[in-house]
């Protein structure tokens, strides 16, 4: 651990030189010479003037950025290699210490929105008709569509390829698209529940009244149902959020129209936007996008056909920003780049994108109020420290730093920071922390407030998770964990030490089709070779589930008022044996493995043990160890998926020892 400690220090040691500018938004001018006392105004501006050095010039420059709101509404701030430093000099770009330096994707439209008239074509539809103000989108250029690294994400895979969080106020709350249910006050979101399925298109809606509801408080009325028709015939661009056909995937469809002369009414949905998985009855959903359901403050509507976008906005004095740039900030082909002290708002994509880069450093900075991912960063030697990543659509921020197939390592890192209200768009498979990628640390942070994971780790080698914080994370969603990985018997070296886990569970309306499933550390589906010590569990539904996999530590950890430490199984024997049997079809767990050559450097120098997996019973969950751990008002230690179950440690060849009830 000390180790890891002053490899943190050393990594905060640059040779400062190169050229110094001063920027200010109020006060400068791009004729100036950039001193303290005669700032240039613009970025753009001090971005040529590094640009016409050479690089042993530029290496070690510092631009210092004054207090105020740089706008970038067409194109993103954008470096590239021309912008790039020298390794231990940095070109360093940061605002000025206590001061406000915001660079920004959005329009400040606080003075743009007027009152709606009773003459306004939709006064009449609208709720709250004196309480809403509208703004005219027209002389603003439509958003393009999301394409690149951002659009292989899941936040944009449905067919919507829309982004849903436009305005924002001043703090980068954003405004919530129209919507039945609300959202509660405490802040969970709320669900309709599909009545009768008529087809995998289509489904009855209950209504009040009609004895045809499950129990649920959030039913609308007929009335309802025939406002939002109407809005469809206006052309408006209504959507349904909804879980389909699993209470762990979501997805956002249009609507064709809602038959109203069904008892009760039927939604159908639009072909080119089908749900995720199949239709299933009592399933979750939501309405977005009607102009009838703009009832409360926070929330806004966008009418496409007149492109005025309404919004009820609070009696406060807070600014408001119009989303207008898809990206705030990108890092292309550069390397040396370190960002300071400054906030990055308002992108209807990412906030941040970093791609194919190098020694990337961004500090003490907030990225925070972004319609997709508040932040991707792709390449190796990259540094996140004190920073924010929050209200974000999708996840806080993506790391994909190291190669798998070749084990390179990427010796990132993300630390000391606080990741928080992801999935404000998407809501599953949007954690805090998506992670791909070798050599990696993750280290002092705090995840909180997200409906799925704190973290979600794929293809990864070699991570650790040292003295984290995870809470209420894995809010809405069944199946999922704090920590989450699945489907591989490779991604071995994974180490979780000293993490805590607290408020790890289910928050509002029940899941309707399948029990509670969150845990703090979730190894799904055959997930193998995590070793996980001296962790702390505090109310988490399940501390540790291992889902049919092998080789993993689980050692010196405390787990205090759960429903259960551990969940073991050995799925691999039963249904999922097609995985895991080399005699099988499409065995994916045999394929991935036989991928890497494990019989051959680099894999048999680095993990020897995987060129005999196929040797030694695959499909049992074999090597685990569960030992030396704590557990209070826990009802039992360990289970095979339900308790009082007790794993067959014996015939898995895995084992328990000295774990003890004290509390």
């Known amino acids: 651990m000390q180790f890891l400690l002053t490899l943190l220090c050393c990594l905060y040691i640059v040779s400062v030189s190169g050229m110094v500018l001063y920027v200010s938004e109020t006060a400068g001018d791009d004729s100036n010479s950039g001193t303290e006392a005669k700032p240039i105004k613009t970025l753009t501006e001090a971005q040529l003037r590094l640009r016409s050095l050479k690089p042993g010039e530029r290496a070690g420059s510092q631009v210092i950025i004054r207090q105020g709101v740089y706008s970038f509404t067409r194109q993103p701030l954008s470096f590239n290699q021309s912008d790039s430093g020298l390794p231990g000099q940095p070109v360093i770009w940061m605002g000025a210490p206590g001061e406000n330096v915001q660079i920004s994707s959005g329009l400040n439209v606080t003075g743009l929105f007027t009152p709606v008239l009773a003459s306004d074509p939709r006064y009449f539809e609208l709720p709250l008709p004196v309480m809403t103000s509208r703004l005219d989108l027209s002389n603003y250029a439509p958003i393009p569509p999301i394409t690149g690294l951002e659009a292989l994400t899941t936040c944009f895979a449905d067919n919507t390829q829309t982004p849903f969080l436009r305005l924002y106020s001043s703090d980068a709350t954003p405004f919530m698209l129209s919507r039945f249910p609300n959202i509660l006050e405490n802040s969970t979101w709320a669900f309709m529940n599909l009545g009768n399925v008529t087809s995998n298109s289509s489904f009855e809606i209950p209504t009040t009244g009609d ?59 639009n072909p080119s936007t089908p749900p995720v998985y199949p239709l299933k009855r009592n399933a979750r959903w939501l309405i977005l996008g009607a102009i009838s359901e703009l009832d409360v403050v926070g929330e806004y509507f966008i009418d496409p056909v007149k492109d005025v976008l309404y919004a009820v906005l609070s009696n406060s004095s807070s600014s408001y920003f119009l989303s207008l740039g898809l990206r705030t900030v990108t890092i292309t082909n550069a390397s040396d780049i370190t960002l300071s002290n400054l906030k990055i708002n308002y992108a209807t994509a990412n906030g941040l994108l970093v791609v194919n880069s190098t ?179 505090l109310e988490v539904e399940t501390g540790v589930r291992i889902g049919g996999g092998r080789d993993n530590i689980v050692k010196f950890n405390t787990f205090m008022n759960c429903t259960s430490a551990v969940e073991f199984d050995a799925r691999g024997l039963t249904w999922q044996k097609d995985s895991c049997d080399p005699t099988a079809a499409n065995p994916k767990l045999v394929d991935t493995l036989k991928a890497v050559h494990p019989s051959l450097p680099p894999w048999s120098e680095h993990y020897p043990y995987l060129q005999r997996l196929l040797d030694n019973e695959p499909c049992t969950p074999v090597g685990n160890v569960l030992a030396n751990n704590i557990y209070c008002e826990t009802p039992d230690f360990a289970c095979d998926k339900t308790c009082p179950n007790v794993p067959d440690y014996h015939d898995w060849n895995s084992s328990a020892s000295n774990n003890t009830r004290k509390c």
């Not at 289910?506 to 070779?529: A, C, R, T």
Request: proline share 3%; glycine share 12%.
């Open 211 to 269: 004895g045809s509801a499950q129990s649920n408080e959030f039913l609308p009325t007929r009335t309802q149902v025939s406002k939002w028709a109407t809005g469809i015939d206006k052309g408006d661009d209504v959507r349904l959020h909804g879980y389909w056909g699993f209470d762990w995937a979501d997805n956002h469809v249009s609507v064709s129209r809602f038959n109203l002369t069904s008892d009760p009414p039927v939604a159908l949905i």
């Open 359 to 537: 020694r990337i450093s961004v500090i003490n900075s907030s990225i925070a109020g972004h319609g997709g991912s508040c932040a991707m960063f792709q390449g190796v030697q990259l540094r996140i420290d004190g920073s924010e990543f929050g209200q974000c659509g999708c996840a806080g921020l993506h790391l994909l730093s190291g190669t798998q197939a070749t084990l390179s390592q990427g010796n990132s890192t993300v630390s000391n920071s606080h990741v928080h209200s992801m999935g404000l768009f998407k809501r599953m498979y949007q954690p805090g922390l998506a992670l791909s990628g070798v050599g990696n640390m993750i280290i002092n942070n705090v995840f909180e407030n997200g409906p799925h994971s704190g973290v979600l780790t794929t293809a990864g080698n070699d991570n650790q998770y040292l003295n984290n914080t995870f809470d209420h994370v894995c809010m809405e969603s069944g199946d999922s964990g704090a920590i989450y990985s699945g489907r591989s018997w490779i991604d071995r070296g994974n180490k979780v030490y000293f993490n805590t886990f607290q408020h790890v569970h289910h928050f509002g309306q029940p899941l309707p089709l399948q029990k509670p499933n969150s845990n703090g550390v979730h190894l799904d589906d055959q997930m193998s070779g995590f070793d996980i010590q001296h962790n702390s569990f």
